[in-house]
């Protein structure tokens, strides 16, 4: 019952929080969130699970009770976790809780609305990471949502109206999509009686579906893989569907950006490892030269899209979209340290990220402007948090003994010795020389913004962030060492639910 | 064994009470003619259609209605089966009381100063009587009188506001188009009568194969037959009326005839065409199988409904043709039935009615919340409504996202079963996966204009010089309880998935 109490915390939470007092609301959010996040950590101390979740594996703090019997089939609550699934869950808490407290500077306005929608979001993600049912967790999924529209289109930059419904209207699509596929797969499989993943996963394993409405079995499994594929690619996001992304990280506040980078592109990523990789070896076989150029394209055209922006928000979200194509990249070489890796970059990821989103959020506080055009010499100014910016950059390029390099170089190994995508040498070379683009256009901004003679063409009186803005992102910069350092800290745990994946047709 | 046994009429006590309930309003308004105690008024109102709410109920969870075999307390026929109450009809007897008692609560400030307070709420009642009956009704006959008991104290509803052109027009309009599909209704109700020679439902349905020379006739009387539900519950071809009538009309009315109204259409379609015209044998008869009008109608009905809503400016409009939308959703109950199956979607339809009985009624409600602030008729003018108005602007968003059908709300519950069960009818039948992909691609087109209206509440600046709004007691107990009940839809969804899908198998058996 863990898990549960994990939810019900915070979802008890946000209901406090929503209708507290403004004055108060920035403060209690963040005593709440405190909470969660030593429950989740907690769990990682007590985590006593083995094995992938789908695939008989052994979860920790499992609980399952039947839901709703609808004809045949029955909707069960049912959530566990396993080693992919329980670093994600640390990594939503532990974000959310610093997100919360970077939020106190930019947030001047319906507090305790802005907060009790943090949490509320917190309190879904918790839900995607551990749900095992399909139905449950895509009411999670699709929940999340609601709140992140609303924070930044309330919240959110001058575009923040046209930036939220896009954002809205893109993932929601690309749900319904991945949704309908994903009933049909289990109408499709005969005998399964239930929408649980596990049990779909076995019964995906044991033959396959038989097909449905005309489709052969193996024409319905290749048509709800891509369908599938796409709808999570959208929320990933790659190449050619990211547009959404910087539009809504550029229009979002600040900690809604260090929430949607940190942790809700790695909802994509997850989800296309949980479904697309785990029930369908075959199909990943099938596609993976095309997923491993989408994948390669992603991380060359987004970092090059990056090197063409000169709002450092801008610079950021693209880069995301870079970052997450070695994920893919390490997903679909179907290797240990391939899969492995991919998920280990999914929590760098969303700790680097949320770094460089935090430290461009305290540098606009003071500033007001975030382009690369409009200052110079910041680090006379803002020592801190412009050293922390530095380091966050050096994070993403991938230096040794941070968490970045251990995941994209665990990415990489995989990848080249794949023996299941052909051509991965090519393959592999080609996402490494993203990392000198990456390079590229990072120093370039920091050479720009950071260095140099002192000059900002702005109004306000720039001097030092407080404490409560820099606080949370040596934290974070804290972990990210801690896991470039001792990457088996998660890494252990990651490979031991990876494996089994793999020995369905894997590279294993 | 209960202490001693009621008598069989006592099944019908839900609409009972509802007519009593009509009855005290005529005998307080004799004694004092021309009342404006709204507090008797409403609350006579609210207390009966509760009451009728509980006792529905309770007997649904008594076992009243549900067949012996499945444990209960059998299916209760009463006048020689020309009224019947079972689970199909005690479900939709609680969504009709549970959007009076809604409506009733909400009319206590809205109707405030109204000159008719007694006429409208024993009207409603009668509306609401008639609505209740129709869920038992199962023979053509008693379905034709209730069907008009239902509609004639409605179209007076529409017009109640007399010296308003709109609520007048929209009256009138309504009128003559539900006399127009009353007339083909009746017409059908005779060449069916005239190919099997009975009016019963059961009776027509073991009558089919004599009709054998007579196919043409009764596929003729079946297509007219539709054309009167499709008047009652807002689909094409008789949708037009719905927008004019509901912006005419007081919002408090437009809220109980989108939502109960077109529960109980549905309900005498779900029981006419499952007992009266079993596929199998009608097929046989006519020709052609009725599940195509269904499919053809349902895709046309959702897809036009929505297409409309999202090009209206006027926010009521807007609710209305969402309202002809969503009877789109529920006509896959019928489309998706087959010769051995479709109880998931019939049963997923009847809970899209009950949930889009609490959403409906509270987006109408807080359309009606509007009006009396007087703040204006069109998204520009519900601008920032969230500053003075936090706690009824966060139910709009409840009731938006979950009319878009976005979890964790009920909305996302009903329309995912809808498409569960399309899918799986489309095992049987290929036609079906088009109409799970135009629900689809109905309810990404849908979140645009819901998320419209959230927009200009929640996102947009407020529109200056706006007075401070009061917080009347009734219509905000009502929208606050119907949100409420739009949420808890979630954790007590096991229960009413369980009534709806008994009370689709037994209508289907």
């Given at each position: ?182 009933i049909t797969l289990v109408f499709g499989l005969g005998d399964v009686t239930s929408f649980a993943l596990p049990e779909v996963a076995t019964a995906m394993l044991e033959g396959g579906p038989d097909g449905f409405a005309g489709l052969g079995g193996s024409a319905l499994a290749s048509v709800v893989f891509v369908a599938m594929f796409l709808g999570f690619a959208v929320k990933v996001p790659v190449v050619p569907f990211h547009t959404w992304l910087p539009d809504a990280h550029v229009e979002a506040p ?255 | ?509």
């Amino acid at each position: 019952m863990m898990i549960e109490a994990l939810l019900a915390v915070t979802l008890v939470g946000a209901l406090v929080t929503f209708v507290a007092p403004n004055r108060i609301a920035g403060k209690l959010a963040f005593g709440i969130s405190l909470i969660p996040a030593a429950l989740s950590l907690w769990m990682f101390t007590a985590f006593d699970g083995s094995g992938n979740a789908l695939l008989d594996g052994e979860l920790a703090f499992e609980s399952q009770f039947e839901w709703i019997q609808l004809g045949d089939y029955t909707i069960s609550w049912l959530v566990g976790l396993d080693g992919i699934s329980l670093p994600l869950v640390v990594l939503t808490t532990v974000l959310t809780s610093l997100a919360i407290m970077s939020s106190w500077t930019p947030i001047d306005e319906r507090e305790s609305q802005f907060y009790g929608l943090v949490l509320f979001i917190e309190a879904n993600l918790i839900g995607v990471f551990t749900a095992l049912d399909f139905f449950v967790w895509f009411i999670f999924w699709e929940a999340v949502l609601i709140p992140m529209y609303l924070l930044i289109g309330v919240w959110g930059g001058p575009r923040r109206k046209y930036a939220a419904i896009k954002f809205f209207v893109y993932t929601n699509v690309a749900s319904l999509l991945m949704f309908g596929a994903f009933i049909t797969l289990v109408f499709g499989l005969g005998d399964v009686t239930s929408f649980a993943l596990p049990e779909v996963a076995t019964a995906m394993l044991e033959g396959g579906p038989d097909g449905f409405a005309g489709l052969g079995g193996s024409a319905l499994a290749s048509v709800v893989f891509v369908a599938m594929f796409l709808g999570f690619a959208v929320k990933v996001p790659v190449v050619p569907f990211h547009t959404w992304l910087p539009d809504a990280h550029v229009e979002a506040p600040t900690p809604a950006s260090v929430l949607l980078a940190g942790v809700l592109l790695k909802m994509g990523t997850y989800a296309l490892l949980r479904f697309n990789f785990t029930m369908f070896p075959e199909q990943v076989e099938a596609y993976a030269i095309p997923i491993a150029a989408i994948a390669v394209i992603s991380v060359i055209y987004g970092a090059m899209l990056a090197l063409a922006q000169t709002d450092l928000k801008r610079i950021v979200a693209y880069s995301s979209v870079s970052s997450m194509g070695y994920v893919i990249l390490g997903l679909v070489a179907y290797t240990q340290f391939g899969v492995g890796g991919a998920t280990f970059q999914m929590v760098s990821h969303g700790l680097i990220s949320g770094l460089m989103f935090m430290a461009v959020g305290v540098i606009y506080n003071a500033t007001h402007t975030r382009m690369v055009t409009d200052m110079s010499g910041m680090a006379d100014r803002m020592p801190v948090a412009v050293g922390i910016l530095v380091a966050g950059a050096f994070g993403y390029m991938g230096l040794p003994l941070m968490s970045g390099f251990f995941g994209e170089f665990a990415i990489f190994f995989g990848a080249f010795g794949s023996g299941l995508l052909a051509y991965s040498q090519l393959f592999t070379s080609l996402a490494m020389f993203g990392i000198v683009i990456v390079a590229g256009y990072l120093l370039f901004a920091l050479q720009r913004t950071v260095f140099g003679p002192y000059h900002l063409e702005t109004d306000y009186d720039v001097g030092r962030a407080p404490l409560h803005d820099v606080a949370p992102m040596f934290v974070l910069l804290g972990i990210i060492i801690a896991l470039g350092v001792a990457p088996e800290l998660i890494f252990d745990m990651i490979t031991d639910a990876v494996d089994p994946i793999l020995e369905n047709g894997g590279d294993a | 064994m209960a202490v001693f046994e009621l008598p069989d009429w006592a099944a019908l006590a839900p609409a009972l009470i509802l007519v009593a309930t009509a009855l005290a309003l005529f005998v307080i308004d004799s004694i004092n003619p021309h009342t404006k105690n709204r507090s008797l008024l409403a609350g006579t109102t609210a207390v009966g259609a509760l009451a009728a709410l509980g006792v529905a109920v309770w007997f649904m969870v008594a076992g009243v209605g549900t067949p012996t075999a499945a444990g209960g307390r059998g299916v209760v026929e009463l006048f020689g089966g020309q009224l019947v109450v079972d689970q199909m009809a005690l479900f939709f007897m609680t969504v009709v009381s549970v959007v009076t008692a809604l409506v009733a609560v909400a009319s206590y400030d809205y109707m405030g100063d109204h000159a008719y307070q007694a006429e409208y709420y024993s009207l409603m009642m009668l509306a609401a009587t008639g609505m209740a009956t129709m869920a038992a009704a199962n023979s053509l006959v008693t379905i034709f009188i209730a069907l008009e008991l239902a509609s004639l104290p409605s179209y007076a509803l529409v017009s109640i506001l007399k010296d308003n052109r709109g609520s007048v027009e929209g009256g009138l309009k309504y009128f003559l188009i539900g006399a127009l599909s009353s007339a083909i209704f009746v017409y059908g109700i005779s060449l069916v009568y005239g190919a099997t020679g009975h009016l019963q439902l059961e009776a027509i349905a073991d009558n089919l194969q004599g009709a054998g020379e007579y196919g043409g006739l009764l596929g003729l009387g079946i297509l007219m037959l539709i054309g009167g539900f499709a008047f009652k519950t807002a689909s094409v071809p008789f949708h037009f009326w719905a927008p004019d009538a509901y912006e005419g009309t007081p919002a408090p009315v437009a809220a109980f005839l989108s939502s109960a109204s077109k529960a109980a259409g549905f309900v005498i379609a779900f029981r006419v065409f499952t007992t009266a015209f079993p596929l199998e044998p009608t097929t046989a008869v006519i020709g052609v199988d009725w599940t195509l009008a269904f499919i053809i109608l349902a895709i046309v009905t959702m897809t036009l409904g929505n297409f409309a809503a999202a090009t209206q400016d006027n926010v009521k409009r807007m609710l209305a043709y969402s309202s002809i939308g969503h009877a789109g959703y529920a006509l896959i109950g019928l489309a998706g039935l087959s010769a051995d199956g479709g109880e998931i979607v019939m049963g997923a339809a009847m809970m899209h009615l009950l949930v889009y009985g609490f959403m409906n009624t509270g987006a109408f409600l807080f359309v009606a919340l509007a009006e009396y602030w007087g703040v204006g008729r069109t998204f520009e003018d519900y601008n920032g409504l969230s500053n003075q108005a936090p706690v009824a602007c966060f139910a709009l968003g409840i009731f938006m996202f979950s009319l878009a059908g976005i979890p964790p709300l009920g909305g996302f519950w009903s329309k995912y079963f809808l498409f569960t069960g399309a899918i799986e009818a489309a095992t049987a039948n290929s036609a079906m996966l088009i109409v799970a992909a135009a629900l689809v691609v109905n309810s990404a087109i849908s979140l645009y204009y819901y998320a419209r209206l959230v927009k200009a509440v929640w996102i947009e600046d407020p529109v200056s010089g706006r007075d401070t709004l009061s917080q009347p007691t009734g219509l905000y107990a009502a929208i606050i309880f119907a949100a409420v009940l739009t949420v808890v839809a979630l954790p007590v969804f096991g229960p009413i998935a369980d009534a709806a899908l008994e009370a689709a198998t037994v209508a289907i058996s």
